[in-house]
């Protein structure tokens, strides 16, 4: 069940329509007639929202839904909201983007949400004397903050959380139980970190040692992690720091949960990375990509911006042109699999009987 805000707290749905206009997404109430004092505690689904609750109309298959829904009040485009063919009964809000209205809201109901957790640093945490941390900030139990640590003013860090010496965390950032950020960690202003990330520790860096058979010299790791604003990073991925230059995630980075990023590599301004992707050293993937869960990315590949990687796909080559790329075969039947399998084994010698005809 959805937290509902008590009703002496809860704002009036014409403060919702504000905060969203305020922050650039128009939208009005459909008619004079809608009560815009209209308290609303929290948000539902078209399905399971009731008499207190806001919901919205993003898919036009869930239409049907609209008739039997026990929201207060629903999002929807002027179209959708032309085409329904009854009176509504709760209120309605007119939006040409139901869904950017929805995420904005929930932001606003999931900041009020943590406004009202309890601030100040709680007596278990232990904070180094040289740290510098804000009478702003709510510092959770048995936190530890190493030595020139920096936290801003609104950080909220929750139980369990590791700040390395010298890290930084920006204003209204929050990192959830757990993370761990090793030493020298930048990380910018209203990040969500989820619990159990790890940033800052080694790459995997190591030479061929000739002074003992097959023995591996470790390259240590003296580069740092650099996170931009407003970045997202999932429950247990982890972000190695760089080998000598930092490893950069850029401003509006969304990472999912599971995802390895390895030394050095940059990732771009606004690219979303879903789950369990892993990402070896030195690639820089441009702004605005999309890469799709389990795809696999290869060391010192350069991809440009505007790029589309479908799930599971193995990038083993630069992508100099934007556009969508896959390299998966769909699923079949395991015997069938097999036999393909073994066709596709034989193509490098059935190719050199093809040109050897052509001869």
């Known amino acids: 069940m959805p937290i509902l805000l008590a ?3 809860a704002p009036s749905l014409q403060q919702l329509i504000d905060v969203v206009n305020q922050a650039g997404l128009e939208c009005q109430l459909a008619d004079a007639g809608s009560e815009p004092s209209l308290i609303i505690q ?10 207190s609750e806001l919901s919205f109309l993003s898919n036009p298959k869930l239409a049907d839904q609209l008739e039997s829904t026990g929201a207060a009040a629903v999002i929807l485009r002027a179209e959708d909201y032309e085409a329904l063919s009854f009176q509504p009964d709760f209120a ?16 606003w109901f999931d900041q009020y949400r943590l406004q009202a957790l309890a601030t100040g640093w709680h007596n278990t945490a232990i904070i180094h004397d040289t740290a510098k941390v804000s009478p702003q ?3 959770g139990p048995h936190v530890v903050i190493e030595a020139e ?3 801003d003013e609104g950080v909220h860090i929750m139980a369990g959380c590791v700040i390395g010496a010298g890290s930084h965390i920006g204003a209204h950032s929050l990192l959830y139980p757990r993370v761990t950020l090793y030493h020298g960690v930048q990380v910018g202003a209203r990040c969500i970190i989820h619990s159990g990330a790890v940033l800052g520790a080694d790459g995997f860096g190591f030479a061929p ?3 003992q058979s097959g023995a591996w010299a470790k390259i240590s790791q003296i580069g ?9 990073i999932g429950a247990n991925t982890t972000i190695d720091r760089g080998a000598l230059d930092d490893t950069i995630i850029a401003d509006g980075v969304k990472l999912d949960n599971q995802i390895m990023v390895a030394h050095n590599v940059h990732i771009g301004a606004h690219t979303a990375i879903a789950a369990c992707v892993g990402i070896a050293g030195s690639t820089h993937i441009g702004s605005r990509c999309i890469v799709g869960g389990a795809a696999m990315l290869s060391g010192h590949l350069t991809i440009v911006d ?5 799930g599971g796909t193995a990038i083993t080559s630069s992508i100099h042109e934007p556009g969508q790329y896959t390299g998966v075969y769909p699923y079949q039947a395991h015997q069938q699999w097999q036999r393909n399998a073994a066709v596709i084994s034989q193509l490098g010698a059935l190719r050199r009987r093809v040109r050897a005809l052509e001869r």
């Open 7 to 9: 009703p002496n707290q």
């Open 42 to 51: 929290g948000l539902g689904s078209l399905h399971s929202a009731g008499a």
């Open 92 to 107: 309605v809000v007119l939006c040409n983007q139901p869904y950017v209205m929805y995420a904005l809201l929930a932001q």
């Open 137 to 139: 900030a709510h510092i």
């Open 149 to 151: 640590a920096v936290v």
């Open 209 to 211: 040692d000739p002074r």
């Open 224 to 232: 740092g992690v650099r996170i931009g604003n407003d970045v997202e």
């Open 306 to 310: 505007d790029v589309q990687i479908s």
